[in-house]
């Protein structure tokens, strides 16, 4: 760190007599998106490109998240002392974070600052030669003056403006800077967090405003080239074998004694020719290795005029050639016919755009590893992995301390980038992507997965009440073929809210096993289990099971609120029009029942007989339930010993559904079969329509935050007045603190356009067929057509027969593609809430006993 003497907010005295400012880069769009996303993060790096003039220095370097650091997201904003069982839940988290190699990405601009005439470059000069000075007596080092870092900051703000805006930036702080500086030597060895507070964790190094950082507490680093403090042996030989040792070993002094990191260090050699886009953006690839790497861009701008000179002196070299090789018989190589034509294809373009510039560009990657073997695995990995591409990555022996200075600021572009430098233009060199954003899910919330895009993993938050908390629309809907792990996306849902929110939960079971019921025992809280069908009528139920709750909307709901579901319910499942005699007869009897303080569906059929003594239409329709009364199926309305369901004291309600028969696509496809459907069909629609009139009434009458779990969501959605209660629960479920999640096979089981468009959390599981593939891709707002995403969906998502066996199928088991609440996209594996027994209760695969046969004798 000899170069840098100084540090006073988001800028860099060195010791040459320059002054370098520093700003953090925060993009929006990814780059792992596709379509106008895609093009939009292009388009702002062009602009960010253009706006380049001089010297500048663009890093992106990993940051390792510490545990404690996601376990403090988790817990904001979160009552420990009042919610034990969400303190519970995240002690076991951390636990699981402690075993893993957390890594995010962050983006840095570094720019020297030019001086304005000729008392800026004196000041320089007389600071460098202090510098000098001080170095050669032994003396410390003086911090820049008052009156230099007003005019510092100046110019940093005139830069930070001419850079365009195209990007969000922002300067970094004190200790930022000092993470970057305190993290180079010490790589994947005891890093240091990137923390934005007033101390950097684990550097030694407390930065405050009173007074200004001392260098001189900085730990010193001895750089190791090619590793000769690994070498104890003697002879000739052993000086000769660090010619192929090219890495760098830094040593660094800690409290548990000397870090030792190895890094290597490549630059770009060659690119190819012909860019195109998207299919070059390299620097986006290269966190997909599976390891960490931090790299960096060295640049030089020109301007158009600037340009167009240089190139125009070039061409006529060029074209001189012809003559050279006019002798020749072989003619002109055909490299300087293509030399040719690449400089006027960039000198038509210079002169077709007046903005165009010209860039030298020089790109660095650095890998690293806690032994020398470790790091060279690694670097030659990263050389063959685009060797097809026709990039070329060298690692030069005797430059690697020049590199590893070059990726910090303050530090001039050494002769081992310039060598490797590619001339390009700002267009062109866009394509590279250097920026994209890695933020991926909620800023708080539960740790509801890895992330596993970018090769390496990353914590995935979600908050339920994010969106709706933040003026913007819910919803969390997950699609996939059968196994693909929907119903493991919604059990996680309903254990965030019951654990972190203290919510309640509305859960739809269409399952035989009654999957939903071991889950909502694993939670705390109240359950209760309403089984639609007596499970006495299943011969393969457990015999403790039992009908236990009634449904009856006249027995649940109370004054207003019971005539209108009753009446909602009661004409969905006798097929009523609404202009029809029998929904008037329907409505006059529910007025008269519910004026009473014994008011049931039985009471109802009552009221109906009495009144039909004068009213045909009411005689009809009580003639109707009472021979419906009479069916099993309908016990959990007319059964008077079944007390209700209790809304107010249920933490959480599953309701069991499977016997409950339900129409076909076929028999609603027109009105001629929908006509023949059977009651009991009807039955089970309308019930699906009762008890999302029941999620409604819980989760939007209370302070409490409310969920509604549609597992099969075609039940609900495929009746108009279901679906116009999902569309509530999303639309306005936020001005009453409740949300809807969904699950189903295709994104067309979710409702209309509006509905499916509103759900701000999408998921997308293992589609094999490539139809319900791309019908899902285009819901989750990625290109259908992209080959990425495609074969992400059919081939790569929880792979049913991957390379590793039985092991790894059920070790990348919840894989999903998602879309987070700020319209991001990635890649996650999905982790079930580490409470108590609940891991084990999502599961639902099902176990399948093979007899022995008894051979023949």
Known sequence: MEQILDLSGNLVFCADGSTWAVWRVLPGESARSSGRQLRTLYERTVTFMKSLRGEALIVSLCEQAQPHSIVRRCLAGIDVETNPHWAETVHNAWDQLDALDLLGRTYWIALPLTGHGWRDTAGGLLRATGAALAASLGLPTRPATTAAVT??????????????????????????????????????????????????????????????TAFATFPATVLDEGGRTDHNGRGLVAPLATLNRRFLKCLTPSDDGVLASYQAYLVLAEMPRAFTFPGHEILARLADLGFGID?????????????????????????????????DSAGVPADVHSAQEEIQHKNARLGASSTEVDLEVGVIACVWGQTADECDVAAKTLRQTFLGGEYRWERPLGGQRQLYQAMLPGYRTPMVVRECSQNLLATDAAMLLPFSATDFGDPTGALFGLALDGGALAP???????????????????????????????????????????????????TRSREWVPVADALPGNTQ?????????????????????????????????????AEIFFAAWLDLESTSPERDALGRGLDTVTSTAEASSNRLIDVLAVQGKQDVAARALASRLDRLRRDPITRTIFDPDLPPVDLHTADFVAFCTHEVPLPT?????????????????????????????????????????????????????????????????????????????????????????????????????????????????????????????????TKDLSPLNPAGGEAERKARAGEFLVRDHFGRIGKIKVLPQPYRTFPKAVLTTPTVTRSAKTPHS
């Not at 997950?478 to 919510?503: C, F, P, Q, T, Y």
């Not at 289990?529 to 457990?542: T, Y």
């Open 529 to 565: 289990v309403v089984d639609i069908v007596d499970p006495a009528l299943d011969g393969e139920r457990v015999t403790s099971a039992e009908l236990r709750y009634s449904c009856d909307p006249l027995r649940v709901f109370r004054g207003k609120t019971s005539t209108g579901i």
């Open 460 to 510: 995935f938050l979600l908050d339920p009440t994010y969106g709706p908390t933040h003026d913007s629309s819910g919803g969390i809907a997950v699609v996939g073929e059968l196994g693909a792990g929907k119903s493991v996306v919604l059990k996680n849902v309903a254990a965030i809210v019951r654990l972190m929110l203290d919510g309640r939960v509305i859960a739809i079971d269409r």
């Open 295 to 327: 790299y960096a861009l060295r640049l030089t701008a020109k301007t158009n005029e600037e340009a167009r000179a240089a190139n125009r002196r070039r061409t006529r070299d060029l074209m001189g050639q012809d003559e050279e090789h006019a002798a």
């Open 665 to 793: 696509t076929l028999e609603m496809s027109s009105e001629r079969m929908a006509a023949r459907i059977p009651p009991r069909k009807l039955f089970g629609r309308a019930f699906h329509l009762l008890i999302a009139a029941i999620a409604k009434e819980v989760c939007f009458g209370t302070t409490r935050w409310g969920e509604f779990i549609c597992d099969e969501a075609y039940n609900v959605t495929g009746t108009p007045e279901g679906q116009q209660i999902a569309l509530e629960f999303v639309r306005d479920g936020r001005k009453h603190g409740a949300d809807a999640a969904f699950g189903s096979h295709a994104p067309q089981d979710l409702g209309d356009d509006v509905l499916r468009g509103l759900i701000a959390v999408r998921l997308v599981g293992r589609h094999r067929d490539d139809s319900l593939a791309r019908q899902s891709l285009a819901w989750l707002g990625v290109d259908p057509a992209d080959p990425r995403y495609h074969d992400a969906v």
């Open 151 to 212: 005019q510092a900051k100046e110019r940093a703000r005139v830069a930070g403006q001419e850079l365009g805006g195209a990007l969000p930036l922002r300067p970094v702080t004190e200790a930022e800077l000092l993470w970057w500086l305190g993290r180079a030597p010490v790589r994947g060895v005891n890093e240091p967090q990137l923390e934005t507070s007033e101390t950097v964790h684990n550097t030694r190094v407390s930065v405050s405003h009173q007074r200004r």
